[in-house]
């Protein structure tokens, strides 16, 4: 069974940083592609973050800020956040995929974890 478990979270002042992991256990997900997605409050569950093969796509409203990573050994990924503001609070959710192609929609992730949630004080 594939789980998908998310820490790192909690409570940043604004400006601050925070390092998000993932742990897949139940498969290897080598270079398949890996997400971040987040969801705040009464607002869809939107896309933050991909890695597949050797390519990175991040959203514009976090470019320049966060910088997804993964250790294929440890079979993780990471969220590394930077700069962070009030509107990134928001639970993240990890998500892995059964290819190494690129993909920003929620719909093309098959495995998702429980979330953990960013709190970013103003």
């Known amino acids: 069974q594939v789980q998908l478990v998310e820490s790192g979270g909690g409570l940043v002042q604004a400006g601050g940083s925070l390092r998000l992991s993932c742990a897949a256990s139940g498969r290897t997900f080598g270079t398949y592609r890996m997400a971040w997605f987040r969801q705040a409050p009464e607002k869809e569950r939107e896309f933050v973050a991909t890695l597949a093969g050797v390519i990175t796509v991040v959203a514009d409203s976090v470019k320049g800020r966060f910088t997804m990573s993964r250790d294929i050994v440890k079979n993780t990924v990471y969220l590394q956040m930077n700069s962070l503001k009030p509107e990134d609070t928001a639970k993240y959710y990890c998500?892995?995929?059964?290819?190494?192609?690129?993909?920003?929609?929620?719909?093309?992730?098959?495995?998702w974890g429980q979330g953990t949630q960013v709190t970013v004080s103003s």
């Open positions: 998500a892995a995929g059964d290819t190494v192609q690129i993909r920003t929609s929620r719909r093309d992730y098959d495995y």
